[in-house]
């Protein structure tokens, strides 16, 4: 008796999967599509299960990639004959491969039905202990896999109806992510599918719901139904995602706009399910993703990278930081930037920085380093808000360095400042209002302060006061009290504690010390 030959799919990028499984009737030819998987980890927890034949995989993948895949896979089921997609640039990788024992290898780019094939048969003709033969009996799709197919982007066949299997006007496709839930999320989705489902087939309204998709990450359903019953349909995957949101709130749902022609599944998916998605990088608080109810979105706003350039390049951080970190979180609330590409812009401009940076102030040069723990963490960042953390992260850095490592900025400036304390003593002078009032990071001006001064800011401003403190004492006009408050402390104990460091003695036994030599 002749058998199928069990292929397993194992490609990162879905469409490319559902491509392969409805390039043609494989049954027709005498093949079988027993399972897909979106990288080598999660293929090799299937092998044992579906037992394939031929495993048809992608070089490029998360997790683990194709070409320690095929090194593992061989290693344990040498039988199993492997067919490696590849692009133009991976042909390091698929010869790396070719060393494991490949079969054949196919360039996606020229991913031809005919060629597809011809390598599927020629090397299932190879294989030991399976008696294939090349099928021809003409056999007809079925209704998941002629969806698949417009899901992937195939034209309709001629002539074909779903009539009988979607009587009403509009379809909807709903569903979830659970690609942030954490343990197996993949154990969690059958019964998210069962549950929307019953709802949906249960509520008040006529319905024909039909899952289209159930992988380890995401449930994607389609729903036909009356147009006048979507925001009923809608209400009923509100409630649900309510009601599973406090167990999982790393999950995300998101609900299409109705649409009334099937040929239009796979543009509503990619331009618009998907989408809203990718949209919840912006609102991580959202547990369902409607684009009704999102906020107008702005026009994107072009950043001014060459004067930040120019303004670092002449050391003004503060100002360049200042405007990048404002930029940062107004287009955070622009959710129509893709977010990879967000998060391309922060990596570029920290990339940039320190570039310039680390060119015009040789003392700056740790940044260099860094800059590669912060390019890890935001292109890791979950949503909008974390990635513009972790750029204020490696602004403060920068700040930090700047401000300790600063270039003098000569003595006119110390000798103001100087001068200024020397003026107000009396007041309730800090670093923060000093800055304030000469216009520096405060940060920046006590590194500055001790780079240029003998004491710090502090110490310097105690030595002023108490030197004025110990000129009241001598005079003896006033008490020890209202000198307290004169030069500057409000706390009398704190007076006291100062002053018998600065001068080994408290402020009462310093003026009966100086009474007694004018005795």
Not at 90 to 111: C, H, W
Not at 195 to 206: T, V
Not at 270 to 294: A, G, K, T, V
Not at 450 to 474: Q, T
Request: aromatic fraction near 10%; glycine fraction near 6%; charge should be negative.
């Amino acid at each position: 008796m002749r058998e199928l030959c069990k292929i397993l799919i194992v490609d990162d990028e879905i469409l490319v999967r559902q491509g392969i499984k409805h390039h043609l009737n494989w049954e027709q030819y005498g093949f079988q599509i027993v399972g897909e998987a979106s990288n080598g980890k999660e293929a090799l927890a299937l092998m044992k299960r579906l037992s394939p034949h031929i495993v048809i995989t992608d070089i490029v993948m998360p997790v683990m990639d194709g070409e320690e895949f095929t090194r593992v896979l061989k290693a344990h089921d040498p039988q199993v004959e492997v067919i490696v997609l590849s692009s133009y640039g991976e042909f390091n990788y698929v010869r790396s491969t070719f060393q494991s024992g490949v079969a054949d290898y196919i360039l996606k780019p020229k991913l031809e039905t005919e060629e597809l094939l011809q390598v599927l048969q020629n090397t299932a003709r190879k294989i030991p202990g399976l008696h294939y033969t090349e099928r021809t009996a003409d056999g007809g799709l079925s209704l998941d896999q002629r969806l698949e197919r417009l899901l992937a982007g195939f034209p309709p066949e001629e002539g074909e109806r779903f009539q009988e299997y979607f009587p009403y006007d509009t379809f909807v496709l709903l569903g979830a992510d659970l690609s942030r839930v954490a343990g197996e999320p993949h154990s969690y989705i059958a019964g998210l599918a069962a549950s929307l489902e019953a709802r949906l087939k249960e509520a008040p309204f006529p319905a024909r719901p039909r899952t289209m998709l159930a992988d380890g990450k995401r449930l994607l359903m389609l729903v036909n139904l009356p147009r006048e019953h979507v925001r009923q349909a809608v209400h009923a995957v509100k409630e649900l995602a309510a009601g599973k949101a406090e167990a999982m709130p790393e999950m995300v749902w998101a609900i299409s706009s109705g649409f009334a022609d099937l040929n239009q599944l796979e543009e509503v998916y990619r331009e618009e399910w998907l989408q809203l998605l990718y949209y919840r990088f912006y609102f991580p608080d959202r547990i369902l993703m409607l684009q009704d109810e999102l906020p107008a979105a702005r026009e994107p706003e072009v950043f001014d990278m060459k004067r930040l350039l120019a303004d670092l390049k002449k050391e003004r951080y503060a100002e360049a930081f200042g405007r990048l970190r404002d930029y940062a979180a107004r287009v955070a609330g622009n959710y129509r930037i893709p977010p990879f590409e967000f998060k391309a812009f922060l990596g570029n401009a920290i990339f940039n920085m320190t570039v310039v940076i680390t060119e015009t102030n040789e003392r700056l040069k740790e940044l260099d380093g860094m800059k590669y723990a912060y390019f890890k963490a935001i292109d890791e960042a979950e949503d909008a808000g974390e990635a513009i953390a972790r750029l204020n992260g490696f602004l403060e850095e920068a700040e930090k360095l700047a401000a300790a490592k600063s270039q003098p900025a000569g003595d006119g400036n110390m000798r103001k400042l100087l001068e200024y304390i020397d003026e107000h003593y009396g007041e309730p002078l800090t670093l923060s209002s000093l800055s304030r009032h000469f216009h520096f990071n405060p940060s920046y001006l006590s590194s500055y302060f001790s780079a240029h001064n003998a004491e710090g800011f502090s110490e310097y401003l105690n030595k002023i006061r108490i030197n004025k403190a110990a000129e009241l004492l001598r005079k003896g006009e006033l008490t020890i009290a209202e000198i307290s408050g004169r030069v500057g402390y409000s706390d009398h104990s704190y007076f006291t504690k100062v002053f018998r460091k600065q001068t080994g003695m408290s402020p009462s036994q310093y003026r009966r010390h100086d009474y007694g030599k004018k005795d």
